[in-house]
């Protein structure tokens, strides 16, 4: 268009060194995946060669290299004022004419293609920003909503003083970068209205843990801001992208933020054309808080953008190239449009196939909880800061504490042995530096400037799963280092049993041939809370717990909805750690006990003197006191295989105690869509009662597999009681008598062509039970994580002894 404006369609990633990060890549999703349906607003890049150009004009430079040449850049008051001074420097530079003219030029396009009224996004482009060694997020200024000709030209200004923020200037300085070649172009496209619809950020994988195979998206009310700094808690979504890519269309995990804010803009009139961004914060309504800030069809889109940008990024590079991004729903016309997107630059980097896991090996007092942002664990004393002033006291290896961080903290985030903040979410300010520097962080974490206080030694620990925990006191903790690729398979398949989905993702690196056991107890109890029966038949329960259940399932459009959609997302999220690897999921065996202490439990379930022996498992399938609740698990495992497309998803029967029995429980699946053999469905049956082992030729004709649970086959074989301490003495799942049910299911099952797994601890707490298991055949052991690689390794040995390997 002119020598100092290029529009988005006239550029792409190659021209960094003109336009910078953010421009380069807008023109890049501009000019090639606007036909594949990716919507981005158009607009231009005003260049480096602009701001080069302006700051000659100006006689700026000998300035800047008097003020920035000795510049010590750990003296924070130092930086400070001369950091002041240089932006007061770049922001009294005029914009040459024929510069003004190329600007305001491309400003009456916009207004052509989108009508006199559109205002304007005026963000900065670094040409080092977003390159693949740093992230450079949130270093320079942005402004918006935009309108006018002379309050343009004043945030163009503003945008180039910004690269000489503090903040700017550290960054530049510990990535190496010399400040006098950095170069600012600047970003000025459509606006996109989110003040009245909704914004976010989206990574083409699982930001703590690196998992390739998902989507993760976060969103809220209003403007971008608010996610990106921290000052909310977000709602966030997962679409996998395996089962996307083949057609199937569901959201794979959600959570529900709190989203306290939104970021809308203020009415007031700026008389003086100055680029000023009138924003503020507004809390949102009981109803805005209570659903979630997008359609889950909208969530499909995003997903739908984020897998075309990832897979353009890859092709172009030759590689895969995760990307973060940025996404904007306009209130208006009620488009989704992609604003940002730029190469993931942590987990993405990561080489080589070397594992860290962090332990804990002690436990302490929780103090505080949050979201956990990575996987490591930190301690250190606690030092609480509560604004920029107090960043100078921060010492070495302390635990910074803190409301929330912006990108002036930076410095001081570096020596932190850990990070905890009250507010935001996964993909905040915090949470993104954190993970650059690879210490812990606990963000969200509620009350934590009251309850942690200044000199208190604590532990962080981001090695139990999506939660965060600060404990009283320095904890113990281990770190295994394994390099997988040293690692051999053996021949028997080692798999893992799983129940609680927020460990699912982290262990999706762990070398399994599947999952032998995802337990359905974790979810119902830690999600959904709710007894089955009480959210099918709420008028069955007292007003309080009613009122209780209506506000456990509010962003839903019914109790039972509720129910389907948080177990299947939670199986599914279980299921796609291995996909397309089996993943064996057992339905419901809570006892009655158990079941009852359930949110209404106690309307539906009756007193038993022995639950263990009592109405548990395929008894109450087909039983009028549960039916229904099992019709409504039913329909959670055909959402799993069916619409979300999990078909290594196997389903198990526990606790089956005659054929009849079983015969009745698959009608009963059939009736409610889930057919043994349709669409390719297996059904596998708990071999734990002794009559499962003594007519195991007859099981075999109705089941495809049978998995040994030798917790409960111990204790029936034996007639001990697992949970009573007086004849906790006889209980011993080496003995021959429970060895030789063993030795004749897995026999019994290779007799009949089926599947024969093991799903106790025994293999892993015994070697002799793990030798003989290997001698029988047995065709699977699953075990709890922490024990898959030393059992893997325990059986290989035991292989190569047999001459197997």
Same mark, same amino acid.
């Given at each position: 268009?002119?020598?100092?404006?290029?529009?988005?369609?006239?550029?792409?990633?190659?021209?960094?060194?003109?336009?910078?990060?953010?421009?380069?890549?807008?023109?890049?999703?501009?000019?090639?995946?606007?036909?594949?349906?990716?919507?981005?607003?158009?607009?231009?890049?005003?260049?480096?060669?602009?701001?080069?150009?302006?700051?000659?004009?100006?006689?700026?430079?000998?300035?800047?290299?008097?003020?920035?040449?000795?510049?010590?850049?750990?003296?924070?008051?130092?930086?400070?004022?001369?950091?002041?001074?240089?932006?007061?420097?770049?922001?009294?530079?005029?914009?040459?004419?024929?510069?003004?003219?190329?600007?305001?030029?491309?400003?009456?396009?916009?207004?052509?293609?989108?009508?006199?009224?559109?205002?304007?996004?005026?963000?900065?482009?670094?040409?080092?920003?977003?390159?693949?060694?740093?992230?450079?997020?949130?270093?320079?200024?942005?402004?918006?909503?935009?309108?006018?000709?002379?309050?343009?030209?004043?945030?163009?200004?503003?945008?180039?003083?910004?690269?000489?923020?503090?903040?700017?200037?550290?960054?530049?300085?510990?990535?190496?970068?010399?400040?006098? +070649?950095?170069?600012?172009?600047?970003?000025?496209? +459509?606006?996109?209205?989110?003040?009245?619809?909704?914004?976010?950020?989206?990574?083409?994988?699982?930001?703590?843990?690196?998992?390739?195979?998902?989507?993760?998206?976060?969103?809220?009310?209003?403007?971008?801001?608010?996610?990106? $700094?921290?000052?909310?808690?977000?709602?966030?979504?997962?679409?996998?992208?395996?089962?996307?890519?083949?057609?199937?269309?569901?959201?794979?995990?959600?959570?529900?933020?709190?989203?306290?804010?939104?970021?809308?803009?203020?009415?007031?009139?700026?008389?003086?054309?100055?680029?000023?961004?009138?924003? +503020?914060?507004?809390?949102?309504?009981?109803?805005?808080?209570?659903?979630?800030?997008?359609?889950?069809?909208?969530?499909?889109?995003?997903?739908?953008?984020?897998?075309?940008?990832?897979?353009?990024?890859?092709?172009?590079?030759?590689?895969?190239?995760?990307?973060?991004?940025?996404?904007?729903?306009?209130?208006?016309?009620?488009?989704?449009?992609?604003?940002?997107?730029?190469?993931?630059?942590?987990?993405?980097?990561?080489?080589?196939?070397?594992?860290?896991?962090?332990?804990?090996?002690?436990?302490?007092?929780?103090?505080?909880?949050?979201?956990?942002?990575?996987?490591?664990?930190?301690?250190?004393?606690?030092?609480?800061?509560?604004?920029?002033?107090?960043?100078?006291?921060?010492?070495?290896?302390?635990?910074?504490?803190?409301?929330?961080?912006?990108?002036?903290?930076?410095?001081?985030?570096?020596?932190?042995?850990?990070?905890?903040?009250?507010?935001?979410?996964?993909?905040?300010?915090?949470?993104?530096?954190?993970?650059?520097?690879?210490?812990?962080?606990?963000?969200?974490?509620?009350?934590?400037?009251?309850?942690?206080?200044?000199?208190?030694?604590?532990?962080?620990?981001?090695?139990?799963?999506?939660?965060?925990?600060?404990?009283?006191?320095?904890?113990?903790?281990?770190?295994?280092?394994?390099?997988?690729?040293?690692?051999?398979?053996?021949?028997?398949?080692?798999?893992?049993?799983?129940?609680?989905?927020?460990?699912?993702?982290?262990?999706?690196?762990?070398?399994?041939?599947?999952?032998?056991?995802?337990?359905?107890?974790?979810?119902?109890?830690?999600?959904?809370?709710?007894?089955?029966?009480?959210?099918?038949?709420?008028?069955?329960?007292?007003?309080?717990?009613?009122?209780?259940? $209506?506000?456990?399932?509010?962003?839903?459009?019914?109790?039972?909805?509720?129910?389907?959609?948080?177990?299947?997302?939670?199986?599914?999220?279980?299921?796609?750690?291995?996909?397309?690897?089996?993943?064996?999921?057992?339905?419901?065996?809570?006892?009655?006990?158990?079941?009852?202490?359930?949110?209404?439990?106690?309307?539906?379930?009756?007193?038993?003197?022995?639950?263990?022996?009592?109405?548990?498992?395929?008894?109450?399938?087909?039983?009028?006191?549960?039916?229904?609740?099992?019709?409504?698990?039913?329909?959670?495992?055909?959402?799993?295989?069916?619409?979300?497309?999990?078909?290594?998803?196997?389903?198990?029967?526990?606790?089956?105690?005659?054929?009849?029995?079983?015969? +009745?429980?698959?009608?009963?699946?059939?009736?409610?869509?889930?057919?043994?053999?349709?669409?390719?469905?297996?059904?596998?049956?708990?071999?734990?009662?002794?009559?499962?082992?003594?007519?195991?030729?007859?099981?075999?004709?109705?089941?495809?597999?049978?998995?040994?649970?030798?917790?409960?086959?111990? $204790?029936?074989?034996?007639?001990?009681?697992?949970?009573?301490?007086?004849?906790?003495?006889?209980?011993?799942?080496?003995?021959?008598?429970?060895?030789?049910?063993?030795?004749?299911?897995?026999?019994?099952?290779?007799?009949?062509?089926?599947?024969?797994?093991?799903?106790? $601890?025994?293999?892993?707490?015994?070697?002799?039970?793990?030798?003989?298991?290997?001698?029988?055949?047995?065709?699977?052991?699953?075990?709890?994580?922490?024990?898959?690689?030393?059992?893997?390794?325990?059986?290989?040995?035991?292989?190569?002894?047999?001459?197997?390997?």
């Amino acid at each position: 268009m002119g020598r100092y404006v290029k529009w988005f369609r006239e550029i792409g990633i190659e021209d960094v060194a003109e336009v910078g990060g953010k421009n380069a890549s807008l023109g890049e999703m501009y000019s090639n995946l606007t036909e594949e349906g990716v919507r981005v607003p158009n607009g231009f890049a005003v260049t480096a060669d602009a701001y080069r150009y302006v700051l000659e004009a100006g006689g700026a430079w000998e300035k800047l290299h008097a003020l920035l040449d000795d510049l010590d850049y750990d003296d924070v008051k130092m930086l400070q004022e001369r950091g002041e001074a240089c932006r007061k420097i770049i922001y009294e530079c005029q914009i040459p004419d024929d510069l003004q003219k190329e600007i305001l030029a491309g400003y009456a396009e916009l207004k052509k293609e989108y009508g006199d009224d559109v205002s304007l996004a005026v963000r900065s482009s670094a040409t080092a920003e977003d390159s693949p060694e740093a992230s450079f997020a949130g270093q320079n200024d942005t402004y918006l909503n935009i309108r006018g000709e002379e309050a343009l030209l004043d945030a163009y200004r503003r945008c180039l003083a910004s690269n000489f923020t503090d903040r700017s200037l550290h960054y530049k300085h510990d990535n190496g970068f010399d400040w006098a +070649k950095v170069y600012l172009s600047v970003v000025v496209m +459509k606006m996109v209205r989110s003040d009245i619809g909704a914004s976010g950020v989206m990574f083409s994988l699982d930001t703590e843990t690196g998992f390739r195979d998902v989507v993760f998206i976060n969103g809220a009310l209003g403007l971008g801001e608010n996610v990106v $700094q921290g000052t909310i808690d977000p709602d966030s979504f997962y679409v996998h992208k395996p089962t996307f890519n083949k057609g199937y269309r569901a959201v794979l995990k959600r959570r529900l933020g709190k989203k306290e804010l939104k970021m809308v803009f203020t009415h007031e009139l700026n008389t003086d054309n100055i680029a000023v961004e009138y924003t +503020k914060n507004v809390e949102t309504t009981e109803e805005e808080r209570a659903h979630f800030c997008i359609t889950d069809a909208e969530v499909m889109t995003l997903a739908d953008y984020a897998i075309k940008v990832e897979g353009h990024y890859s092709k172009k590079a030759g590689r895969d190239k995760p990307m973060d991004m940025e996404w904007a729903k306009d209130g208006i016309d009620g488009q989704l449009y992609m604003v940002q997107a730029r190469p993931e630059t942590v987990q993405s980097q990561k080489k080589g196939s070397v594992l860290e896991i962090y332990r804990l090996k002690e436990r302490g007092e929780v103090l505080v909880t949050g979201r956990a942002v990575g996987t490591k664990i930190g301690r250190g004393k606690v030092h609480v800061i509560h604004s920029l002033e107090e960043l100078d006291t921060f010492r070495p290896g302390e635990v910074l504490v803190a409301e929330t961080t912006t990108p002036d903290w930076e410095p001081v985030m570096k020596i932190a042995a850990a990070v905890v903040t009250e507010k935001g979410g996964r993909t905040c300010h915090a949470a993104i530096v954190s993970r650059e520097l690879g210490i812990p962080a606990v963000v969200g974490a509620d009350g934590a400037t009251q309850t942690l206080k200044d000199g208190m030694e604590v532990t962080v620990s981001c090695a139990e799963g999506e939660t965060g925990y600060v404990y009283k006191g320095l904890l113990d903790f281990e770190i295994e280092e394994i390099d997988l690729s040293k690692l051999p398979r053996p021949k028997t398949a080692i798999m893992m049993n799983l129940g609680n989905p927020d460990l699912a993702f982290s262990l999706a690196h762990l070398p399994v041939d599947g999952i032998g056991l995802a337990r359905m107890e974790f979810i119902i109890n830690e999600y959904i809370k709710a007894h089955p029966m009480a959210l099918k038949h709420p008028e069955k329960v007292d007003e309080e717990t009613r009122k209780a259940l $209506q506000d456990l399932s509010r962003a839903y459009g019914s109790m039972t909805e509720f129910f389907v959609k948080t177990l299947s997302e939670g199986v599914a999220t279980i299921a796609a750690t291995v996909y397309p690897r089996p993943c064996v999921v057992r339905m419901s065996d809570f006892k009655s006990n158990e079941y009852a202490s359930l949110m209404g439990g106690k309307y539906f379930e009756p007193e038993e003197d022995n639950p263990m022996i009592g109405f548990r498992g395929a008894a109450r399938y087909a039983h009028p006191a549960y039916e229904e609740g099992f019709a409504l698990e039913c329909a959670a495992m055909k959402r799993v295989r069916d619409t979300m497309g999990f078909d290594n998803v196997i389903l198990m029967i526990p606790f089956c105690r005659r054929v009849e029995e079983g015969e +009745k429980v698959l009608e009963t699946m059939a009736r409610h869509g889930l057919k043994r053999g349709e669409n390719g469905l297996e059904i596998y049956v708990m071999c734990e009662i002794p009559n499962n082992v003594i007519l195991i030729d007859d099981f075999a004709k109705i089941f495809d597999g049978f998995s040994i649970g030798s917790n409960d086959l111990t $204790q029936l074989t034996l007639g001990v009681d697992r949970d009573s301490q007086i004849v906790a003495f006889d209980y011993d799942e080496r003995d021959p008598g429970v060895m030789k049910m063993i030795e004749t299911a897995v026999e019994g099952a290779r007799r009949n062509g089926r599947h024969s797994g093991i799903c106790g $601890q025994a293999p892993s707490d015994y070697p002799e039970v793990a030798e003989f298991l290997v001698k029988l055949g047995i065709d699977s052991m699953s075990l709890n994580p922490d024990s898959v690689l030393k059992t893997i390794r325990d059986v290989v040995a035991l292989e190569k002894k047999l001459g197997r390997i």
